[in-house]
């Protein structure tokens, strides 16, 4: 039996080397490829990460490589395609990057790939769908990072608004992974106590948990003015979710998978709480939405329908 780590990454900008570095820090992966079109640029990232071995936690062969190292891969991770401008939509994306996606899969798979893909380009959920589609993997094994970031930037914001530690805040934000995201209210928690109860107790403005909101999903807008691109938060994210399934954990994370009526809806991928382990995803949590998450939700997904069918399936034809 294969008892070797090994990731292939695909994508050497700075999404891609965040995730990149931060395995080199925590260690956990034996083996990690770097694969680009600037092939120049993998070989120069493959040097500067292995002079960094020595202080690491673990031996670690990085190298630059191509796609014929997806074959023994447990893991290949997609972070290539335009980034996000100053100003423009996730979902302005989607046309240019489908087109990288399928290229991509189709050159992951003909050379006998049979893990997990791991998808972070964006926009994330269209993207991810489309990974599938091209694989024609079992749509448990193709995994987007979904509202896996907007997630650990509510936690820090209901963390530092509430003076706790954010590893005590349990909360989510479920559906696409940009605007028209939401936060089941009614389902958060710190340690085991319900978010709106502390907000009650306590004499917090209730209008303050919708400005948390709305400071998740502009994060990524006023980092992009300030700093051109969002990346380390990212990065770390997509380390989480590569050890969830390298170290079969069974870990509750809120990706984009596959739907098929879990929450009344289906033929979309979307961000929700799912149990990760070495197979994917195991399992989504299906929490009781009340009504007006419930209708948030649908939008969500509506949204990502209509993009789907207008623009990313005929380029798939």
């Not at 680009?36 to 190298?63: C, F, R, W």
């Not at 972070?120 to 970031?149: C, F, Q, Y």
């Not at 999903?217 to 969830?244: D, H, P, S």
Request: aromatic letters at 6%; proline letters at 3%; a neutral charge.
């Amino acid at each position: 039996m294969n008892t070797n780590k090994k990731v292939v990454l695909v994508g050497a900008g700075f999404v891609g080397m965040s995730m990149a570095y931060s395995l080199l820090n925590q260690g956990g992966v034996d083996e990690l490829v770097l694969i680009d079109v600037n092939k120049e640029k993998t070989i120069g990232e493959e040097m500067d990460l292995s002079h960094g071995l020595p202080y690491a936690p673990q031996k670690m062969k990085i190298k630059a490589g191509d796609y014929d190292e997806c074959k023994d891969a447990n893991i290949v991770v997609i972070t290539a395609g335009l980034a996000q401008k100053p100003g423009q939509s996730r979902l302005e994306l989607a046309v240019a990057n489908a087109k990288i996606m399928k290229d991509i899969t189709e050159n992951v798979m003909k050379n006998g790939f049979n893990g997990i893909f791991l998808v972070a380009s964006n926009p994330v959920d269209l993207m991810t769908h489309v990974v599938a589609e091209v694989s024609g993997m079992p749509k448990s094994r193709v995994i987007g990072s979904g509202t896996v970031l907007d997630t650990a930037r509510l936690r820090y914001l209901i963390a530092d608004y509430l003076e706790v530690s954010s590893k005590n805040v349990h909360a989510y934000i479920l559906g696409e992974h940009g605007d028209s995201s939401l936060v089941p209210w009614e389902h958060c928690y710190v340690g085991c106590k319900k978010i709106i109860d502390i907000m009650k107790d306590n004499n917090h403005p209730m209008t303050d948990l919708k400005k948390i909101h709305d400071g998740v999903w502009k994060a990524a807008y006023e980092i992009i003015e300030k700093k051109k691109a969002t990346y380390y938060g990212i990065g770390m994210a997509l380390n989480r979710l590569v050890k969830a399934i390298l170290n079969d954990e069974n870990s509750i994370l809120t990706v984009s998978t596959y739907q098929n009526n879990e929450y009344g809806q289906e033929g979309l991928y979307i961000g929700v709480p799912a149990i990760i382990n070495k197979n994917g995803v195991k399992e989504i949590l299906q929490l009781k939405l009340n009504k007006a998450d419930q209708e948030k939700f649908n939008h969500s997904c509506e949204i990502m329908k209509e993009n789907w069918e207008k623009e990313i399936k005929p380029i798939l034809k």
